[in-house]
């Protein structure tokens, strides 16, 4: 697995647009890791973002990756939600939308809960971009490659987000 301040990757499929690679970051202190490398698999935005409650959408979290922007509970609380709706990780934007470099460390609150999908902190303005594209194309999902091996990619090849800097 991952350990604290490591990043994983994941890559945009579709839509075309946004079609990057993407730096988050796994949190601190709950979740589980990538066992499993999910070659094609759904982003879906969470309805309500936040998903500090019942999802409007929670059919279609099912076995998929979920959105959610930060806000209104804690991370973990965010990660048992979605874990609950059956997702298989959760990827949480900062609600900042024009953070487009500081990562912030997703901690255990004081409930002594526990979640076993993973969950990873992405950058707000990368969040942002991704759900501005969704809607702009009437889409209800992305389609994302995760966690992917950026190792093996040469640098000039890495499709890279053109307003953050690696």
């Given at each position: 697995?991952?350990?604290?301040?490591?990043?994983?990757?994941?890559?945009?499929?579709?839509?075309?647009?946004?079609?990057?690679?993407?730096?988050?970051?796994?949190?601190?202190?709950?979740?589980?890791?990538?066992?499993?490398?999910?070659?094609?698999?759904?982003?879906?935005?969470?309805?309500?973002?936040?998903?500090?409650?019942?999802?409007?959408?929670?059919?279609?979290?099912?076995?998929?990756?979920?959105?959610?922007?930060?806000?209104?509970c804690?991370?973990?609380?965010?990660?048992?939600?979605?874990?609950?709706?059956?997702?298989?990780?959760?990827?949480?934007?900062?609600?900042?939308?024009?953070?487009?470099?500081?990562?912030?460390?997703?901690?255990?609150?004081?409930?002594?809960?526990?979640?076993?999908?993973?969950?990873l902190?992405?950058?707000?303005?990368?969040?942002?971009?991704?759900?501005?594209?969704?809607e702009?194309h009437?889409?209800?999902?992305?389609?994302?490659?995760?966690?992917?091996?950026?190792?093996?990619?040469?640098?000039?090849?890495?499709?890279?987000?053109?307003?953050?800097?690696?």
């Amino acid at each position: 697995g991952l350990r604290i301040h490591e990043y994983l990757y994941f890559q945009v499929l579709s839509p075309g647009d946004i079609r990057y690679i993407f730096t988050a970051t796994p949190a601190k202190d709950f979740g589980g890791v990538f066992n499993t490398r999910y070659d094609q698999i759904h982003l879906v935005p969470a309805e309500p973002p936040e998903a500090c409650g019942e999802l409007n959408n929670g059919v279609f979290i099912q076995d998929q990756i979920a959105l959610v922007e930060r806000g209104g509970c804690s991370f973990l609380s965010k990660t048992r939600v979605i874990q609950e709706h059956g997702g298989r990780a959760v990827i949480i934007a900062d609600n900042a939308y024009d953070n487009d470099s500081f990562y912030i460390e997703m901690i255990q609150d004081s409930s002594r809960r526990t979640a076993d999908i993973p969950a990873l902190f992405l950058l707000g303005r990368d969040g942002y971009m991704i759900r501005r594209s969704l809607e702009q194309h009437g889409l209800p999902w992305a389609i994302i490659s995760i966690p992917v091996n950026v190792t093996s990619i040469p640098t000039y090849e890495m499709m890279q987000p053109p307003w953050t800097f690696w």
